[in-house]
DNA sequence: TTGACTTAATCAATCGATCAATTAATATTC
DNA sequence: GAATATTAATTGATCGATTGATTAAGTCAA
């Protein structure tokens, strides 16, 4: 017998059908706008089960939550551990040196590719939709956001750019982390706005490169402008 | 007897009422969400009042977006129009003088101050909220926003991007553009992070004054950097 | 047989829409 | 200018449809 799989567990099955059913129909509308029976129906599964399972609609979309926390950090984690690999190296008391800056530097620009393959990627449409709303209604899933994965990657990236920009405050180099996200984030905030003025269907491999060879200039120009 | 005000319109006042009600009630739970008893009672109007004048939750919803785009309108078009008429200005045949140049970095700098004031506004978080969902799940209220200031907005300052950096295509403009916009938009798109990780309670003038300083600096960055 | 899981059916509550009846404002007539 | 007719606006009530939750009965593997 097999530890790691079981033989088939009616249960976990049932359960991951659900939780994906369920991050496609909140993504859609948000969570008064889903329908339990909607949320089963495209499970194939009946809709007392998001009850016997998840104790109801708002468990089901807290599990939503914790089940997307899991499934970013597996994207994005390895990537996030490297910085701060990167980060736990002393820093030399003159401050940091040439060689430190760049591999900094190239870090970020490493974590900035990741992501923005990430946003481009088409199952991310609906993970973008669940968090961009709890960004503007936060409610208990958003603290699930935040400890799950926004929290470690906000302070790992912050601390980065302290070190290729020392003169920074704590504030500043956080300013400086938000205005590279935004940079990213916002060709998925303001999607359907971009795809119409730059005349383009959708956001392929060659839109992916244009967009990178422009973002990664530009946190160049910013990490390493002297002001 | 004034022409120009009506004494009372029983009915004008009604719509301007439910209209400032449907704002508040379809940005925070989206359109299915909100219902038309929640919004006539915070309008302090009867329920069938929304079939009547509007014909339904339906036309209510597109008409918020009308009279968002014209409140819209009211806030960036006279910057708009600034820059507007500075790109009709012919450009002579050796390219943009250094003069024009330097107009042109600070218009957009305008431009940007404006927006990033106009998105701290407490007013701006239902607005926010209606445009990144409607950004999402497009339907006809996108048509209208876009139509409405998204596409002239974009078009003028793309334009005026081409005029500062005569080397990029129109495509590569517009991405600049985009990375302009992400850097004021993130701090709406990905606020409660944000707010989080730096410690802030509010987006209030001191935080506005460090986010100007550093979104302005990073423009100017993108904007003159010869890549 | 036991316990985990699944099913169909039903509950009260709420949804958007619609209607006839009523009131308020305006236009018309004498 | 008062009385009347006409239109616009508002009200309370009701419609069928759908909602999340719950329950008792049934299924399945060990």
Redesign the interface.
Known sequence: MNDTTKPIDRGDTTRRQLLEAAIAEFA??????ASNRAIAQRAQVNQALIGYHFGGKEGLYLAVFQFLCEEIRGRVGPVVGLIEAHLSQPVPNGGPTAEDREQAIALVERLVEGMIRLFADPQA?SW??LI???????TKA?DI??EGF??RA??VV?GTVRRIRPQDSQ??A???V??I???????R??????L???GWDDIGPAQID??LR??K??AN??LR?K?
């Open positions: 859609r509308d948000g969570f008064h706008a449409k973008a939709q961009l709303r709890e960004q503007q209604e936060p958003f956001l935040y926004m929290c906000l302070r912050t504030e500043q956080s300013i400086v938000a205005s996200l935004g940079q990213i984030l916002v060709f905030a303001a999607r359907t706005a971009l119409r003025h730059l244009a967009i422009q973002v200039a530009n120009a910013i402008s002001d």
